[in-house]
């Protein structure tokens, strides 16, 4: 596993662009619940974010494509709206030991 930040980096109902070995990820805390996905939607293979750091719709609920505008759970990474529903964000396993982050990346 590799260190991703500290928790405090990421307060609650925030989301954190990172570069990790060549691999764009997205955490999301929500409710004190750390999420991690691959940076790419899953519909165009772009990244998601409007601005640096910024992956949630204004109510921060979900997961919001800057592209097309899909909207993806924050829970599961699952497509609920746009032009990809079902489809899936691509999850990282992560680890919370010590007040720090956790991921497991993929192989490249």
Sequence with gaps: MQL??????LPTDTSKGFQLNDISL???NKHDNIHVYLNQCPHRGVPLEWQPDQFLDLDKNFIQCATH???FRIEDGECIAGPCPGEM????PTKIDQGQIWVNLPST
């Design 4 to 9: 991703l930040c500290s928790l405090d980096t």
């Design 26 to 28: 997205l955490a999301v």
């Design 69 to 71: 505008g899909a909207l």
């Design 89 to 92: 964000l691509t999850s990282i």
